[in-house]
């Protein structure tokens, strides 16, 4: 079992940046390499989209429209991944979730969710 907490949501302008993290709790007898670790968001109105992924070798995939304005990490000893959004824009506006994917057995864990509000 895997339990994710996310934190670092918030209200910011355009433009400006925002780190969200997020911790993993798992068993003792669960390796936590063995997880794909990600964030995905979901806009009012939309379907919930992928934002960025991490493998446990530490190489990260994201959408196409974020470009180069955010970041994803990993510290695998700490068990938490990071997301460092820069020069957000309105329509980053959404509730972020954390994710994790077992490479193995395939099962996926959901953390609650911290909402990212861009406005002017």
């Known amino acids: 079992q895997v339990e994710l907490v996310e934190s670092g949501g918030g209200s910011v302008r355009p433009g400006e940046s925002l780190g969200l993290s997020c911790a993993a709790s798992?068993?003792?007898?669960?390796?936590?390499?063995?997880?794909?670790m990600g964030w995905y968001r979901q806009a009012p109105g939309k379907q919930r989209e992928l934002v960025a992924t991490i493998n446990s070798s530490g190489n990260p995939s994201s959408a196409d429209y974020v470009e180069d304005r955010f970041t994803i990490s990993r510290d695998n000893n700490k068990r938490a991944v990071r997301l460092q959004m820069n020069a957000l824009k309105p329509e980053d506006t959404a509730v972020y979730y954390c994710?994790?994917?077992?490479?193995?057995?395939?099962?996926?864990?959901w953390g609650q969710g911290t909402q990212v509000t861009v406005s002017s």
């Open positions: 798992v068993g003792p007898r669960i390796n936590f390499d063995t997880y794909i």
């Open positions: 994710y994790a994917r077992n490479t193995w057995s395939g099962v996926e864990y």
